[in-house]
């Protein structure tokens, strides 16, 4: 079946660094990936919507110049969450559909956290 | 898109059935009903997707009344390894995606 990988699984940085989160389909093409933020004991909360070629767009109270998403091939999609502060830290998952299978496939998830 | 409404939580034991009902009442009529399962400190995986009536795959069943303002997840003869938290969504292909989670029903299978 469809596979998302996602990388890294967890990290942790300095407040004020950038992170880089990627998001790879590894046997389908996918023109778009979401990708959500979810906060402990709470449930996915979408954050944009990842364009292959083009600008992702983003939900509302998202701050594009802060989560720089970048989809710049049919495989792989970028999250970079730049100048980090500790309450970025959360859990960041991607997803993409395979429009041969069912339903979209979720990466594993970043545990990203800010020190 | 559709706005969906699930219990916060329920209980079951081991081997018994457990049924999750999600309240979809502005589904439109392209909409298909989606349900995802997440474990802690994963990504959600999928389960099984509907459109009316009832679907059945390897691991559960969607039951989908005819107006399909609702749908009803059944996870037949739970073991303590389905404890997790079940989404369902709405939402009709690529705006799938797009669909919002709801709070999800988090289940908690007891030995």
């Known amino acids: ?115 | 898109l559709a706005k969906t409404t699930q219990p916060i939580s329920m209980d079951s034991y081991e081997g018994q059935e457990v049924n999750i009902t999600c309240s979809h009442n502005n589904i439109a009529t392209n909409d298909y009903i989606t349900w995802y399962q997440q474990f802690p400190s994963q990504g959600p995986r999928f389960i099984i997707q509907g459109y009316k009536t009832k679907v059945t795959n390897e691991v559960a069943s969607l039951f989908i009344p005819a107006d399909r303002k609702s749908s009803t997840l059944s996870l037949p003869r739970v073991s303590l390894s389905d404890t997790a938290v079940y989404y369902c969504l709405v939402g009709d292909g690529d705006n799938a995606g797009k669909s919002t989670f709801g709070d999800g029903t988090t289940l908690t299978v007891k030995p």
């Open chain 1, 1 to 115: 079946g469809a596979v998302v990988s996602q990388h890294p699984s967890w990290v942790i940085c300095k407040s004020g660094t950038s992170v880089k989160i990627e998001c790879r389909s590894l046997d389908f093409q996918a023109t778009t990936m979401f990708w959500y933020r979810q906060f402990p004991k709470q449930s996915l909360m979408l954050m944009a919507t990842s364009n292959e070629g083009s600008k992702a767009t983003y939900e509302q109270g998202v701050e594009k110049d802060k989560f720089l998403i970048n989809h710049a091939s049919l495989t792989l999609s970028t999250l970079t969450v730049t100048s980090a502060h500790p309450e970025d830290s959360s859990f960041y998952i991607c997803s993409a559909r395979d429009r041969s299978g069912v339903g979209y496939t979720f990466g594993s998830g970043t545990r990203l956290t800010v020190v």
